[in-house]
């Protein structure tokens, strides 16, 4: 992904938030575009729930959420660093 992306506004929670809010917003969030549920085209529902998916993986892990962190900080782009 070399597009910019701010996890924390795609699973709508703040920067601080703890594992458990950050697990909660995931699931309301992958309830509501999962593609068999959504009103979503099927391509943007993909691309929606790939999306809120890659935010919580990234978010969920304290490792990654630490280097996540650390790249908003020094301003490098999502996709040169996480994978």
Same mark, same amino acid.
């Given at each position: 992904?070399?597009?910019?992306?701010?996890?924390?506004?795609?699973?709508?929670?703040?920067?601080?938030?703890?594992? /458990?809010?950050?697990?909660?917003?995931?699931? $309301?969030?992958?309830?509501?575009?999962?593609?068999?549920?959504?009103?979503?085209? $099927? /391509?943007?529902?993909?691309?929606?729930?790939?999306?809120?998916?890659?935010? %919580?993986? $990234?978010?969920?892990?304290?490792?990654?959420?630490?280097? %996540?962190?650390?790249?908003?900080?020094?301003? $490098?782009?999502?996709?040169?660093?996480?994978?």
């Amino acid at each position: 992904m070399s597009r910019e992306v701010d996890y924390y506004a795609v699973l709508q929670v703040r920067q601080g938030a703890d594992e /458990a809010n950050i697990r909660a917003a995931y699931r $309301t969030l992958a309830k509501h575009y999962h593609p068999d549920v959504t009103r979503l085209g $099927t /391509a943007q529902a993909l691309e929606t729930f790939h999306l809120i998916t890659q935010a %919580y993986e $990234t978010l969920g892990d304290p490792r990654r959420r630490a280097q %996540y962190d650390a790249m908003r900080k020094e301003g $490098t782009k999502v996709g040169e660093i996480m994978r």
